[in-house]
């Protein structure tokens, strides 16, 4: 069951803050959610139950092998781009 809150923030921070919940396709409440339950959550295994619009549309866009070691990938990466 979804309560209500009321927050106090800066202005300037709530403008910015809706200009990317809008670019993020979702609502700033959604956002502020998702923010919150990854704060509080208590284990990384855990799923968070509503995506954004914008996970769920890239979910699935790439096939990566099986044996793809993205931390060595990035550093390759990062060899070359400061070369």
């Excluded at 979910?59 to 990938?73: A, H, R, S, T, V």
């Amino acid at each position: 069951m979804d309560k209500k809150l009321t927050l106090s923030l800066n202005q300037k921070i709530i403008e910015k803050a809706k200009f990317y919940a809008k670019s993020n396709r979702t609502s700033l409440s959604k956002l502020i959610e998702n923010y919150l339950s990854s704060l509080t959550s208590g284990s990384e295994s855990e799923e968070i139950d509503d995506s954004t619009p914008l996970v769920e549309s890239l979910c699935g866009i790439i096939q990566l092998p099986e044996n793809f070691d993205y931390k060595e990938e990035r550093a390759k990466y990062l060899l070359e781009k400061y070369k």
